[in-house]
Nanobody, 127 residues
């Protein structure tokens, strides 16, 4: 079993940047495909980005392509989400998640594919 702890959220003005971190303990992240999701008040938890176990395959929801970047650091057992040009409508609680068993190069956009979740980290983008 893996435990995930997120950090790096906070307040930022529209157009600004934040980097979220997701540190894992218990097992190495190379065993898991990793994803980031976000949930705004009163809304569903939506897919944002994912990275494969190898790190060689990434996927993003259309609205963040070119602005958000997911990456991993095996030595630190940490996954990151770099978020640039943030928009007020992206205010949400951001969650990282680790998959169940996945082929090395595959990713998933579906919540049900992820077995382990972090506690969530608030990101607030002001106008």
């Amino acid at each position: 079993q893996v435990q995930l702890v997120e950090s790096g959220g906070g307040f930022v003005q529209a157009g600004g940047s934040l980097r979220l971190s997701c540190a894992a303990s218990g097992r190495t992240l190379t065993n898991y495909a990793m994803g980031w999701f976000r949930q705004a008040p009163g809304k569903e938890r939506d897919f944002v980005a994912a990275i494969s176990r190898s790190g060689g395959n990434t996927q993003y929801t259309d609205s963040v392509k070119g602005r958000f970047f997911i990456s991993g650091d095996d030595a630190k057992n940490t996954v990151y989400l770099q978020m640039d040009s943030l928009k007020p409508e992206e205010t949400a609680v951001y969650y990282c998640a680790a998959s169940g068993r996945f082929p090395r190069e595959e990713v998933s956009v579906f919540r049900g594919s992820y077995r382990y979740w972090g506690q969530g980290n608030q990101v607030t983008v002001s106008t």
